[in-house]
């Protein structure tokens, strides 16, 4: 059940709770991804410690690997991985896009080839819900098809179709012991198609709805547009779900927008290349620039990496190779994610987003015009 306990004066954000199975969550909230049942490079007490309230695993992964099988003997994805808060599982849907070579989609279904070896599996809607079930994740995702942002209209209004047919299909199968189902809405970049598949998901009795076809390459504008031309039409009394996204100034945008939970794989798929997230914007950590910085990776804050480590020190480790390096990193970026939607909390509580929006806005500066700067300089060298 959802709570929707204040709306934001100045924009579409909402302040809110989502009760489940393994306990309240505050929303807006963000979620660290754990598709293989861990969060790469963190701990489950290291995640209890930065704040964070629900993990995301993955249904197409984890039948792969360990398997259903050995899920089910250790009592459950929480038993397994020994995580007591609550867990979202996306449906195997995203594969549908992500290994688009490997895969055929039928009507009742798609046929994947095991990317790992060749072996064929097939996921629709029963089975997709079936592995849910048996994972036992406090949120589980309705199995849809999520078509690339490039595709002809004729392929996205298949998709569409297909969507609503396997979200009813997925309604009508048992479910855990209070588990949530989640719809998810597609329709790329069509006004149109997102407003009908939004307003058909909504009639069906989900506990949440999704916006997928989201963060699928394309633009940012684009991006944007997907959320707005979706949002008014989902049910105001129930949680919204942005898949996929974001960096942290788009998470605050999304806010905004009316959105109230998130998931990406940045904070830690950057931080395995030495990025770093912070009240600026990005940087390298592994460049020469730091080498001899001896003050923490982000000013003021209060991770375990930045109250005891400098910069030069996790350079280092990064050019030498040394796993804490990208643990130490990986450490900053979630927790920045984390007290960033903390703080948006707060101020939405306090009836301040809108600066604060306005405020993280005008000292955040994108990745790409970081990229844009530093081509400059070197150019003029």
């Not at 250790?74 to 449906?91: C, K, Q, V, Y």
């Not at 949680?239 to 927008?257: F, H, K």
């Not at 830690?268 to 997230?277: L, P, Y």
């Not at 001899?292 to 990064?318: K, M, Q, S, V, W």
């Amino acid at each position: 059940m959802f709570e929707l306990l204040k709306k934001d004066a100045g924009t579409r954000a909402r302040l809110g709770r989502l009760h489940t199975a393994h306990g309240m969550i505050e929303t807006p909230v963000f979620m660290p991804v754990g598709t293989q049942a861990s969060v790469k490079a963190l701990d489950n007490r290291e995640l209890l410690e930065m704040g964070s309230q629900i993990i995301l695993g993955n249904t197409y992964h984890l039948a792969i690997r360990p398997g259903m099988e050995i899920i089910r003997q250790a009592g459950g994805l929480h038993r397994f991985m020994n995580w007591s808060l609550p867990i979202l599982t996306d449906s195997g849907g995203f594969q549908v896009f992500s290994l688009g070579k490997i895969r055929k989609i039928k009507e009742h279904g798609v046929e994947f080839r095991n990317h790992l070896d060749g072996s064929p599996l097939f996921i629709g809607p029963k089975e997709s819900m079936e592995i849910q079930r048996h994972l036992g994740s406090d949120i589980a995702m309705a199995f849809d098809e999520c078509p690339p942002h490039q595709s002809s209209k004729e392929e996205v209004e298949r998709a569409v179709k297909r969507t609503l047919r396997w979200a009813a299909e997925c309604l009508e199968q048992p479910r855990a012991a209070g588990q949530l189902y989640f719809g998810i809405a597609q329709g790329t970049n069509h006004p149109d198609l997102r407003r009908r598949c939004a307003e058909e998901l909504s009639a069906m009795p989900f506990d949440g709805y999704a916006i997928g076809g989201v963060s699928v390459g394309e633009p940012e504008p684009e991006m944007f547009q997907a959320v707005e031309m979706t949002e008014p039409y989902l049910p105001e009394q129930k949680a919204r779900y942005a898949m996929g996204l974001g960096t942290p100034a788009q998470l605050v945008e999304l806010v905004a927008r009316g959105v109230d939970m998130f998931d990406c794989v940045l904070p830690t798929r950057v931080a395995r290349n030495g990025t770093a997230f912070t009240r600026n914007g990005t940087f390298a950590i592994k460049g020469g620039a730091v080498k001899a910085e001896f003050g923490p990776i982000d000013e003021g804050c209060a991770c375990f990496a930045c109250r005891n480590h400098t910069r030069a020190y996790i350079r280092h480790l990064l050019n030498v190779n040394e796993i804490l390096g990208l643990r130490l990193v990986s450490i900053h970026n979630s927790h920045f994610y984390l007290t960033v939607m903390a703080e948006i909390r707060a101020h939405l509580a306090a009836g301040t987003f809108s600066e604060y929006r306005a405020e993280f806005a005008a000292r955040y500066v994108p990745t790409e015009k970081v990229r844009q700067a530093r081509a400059a300089a070197l150019a003029a060298s």
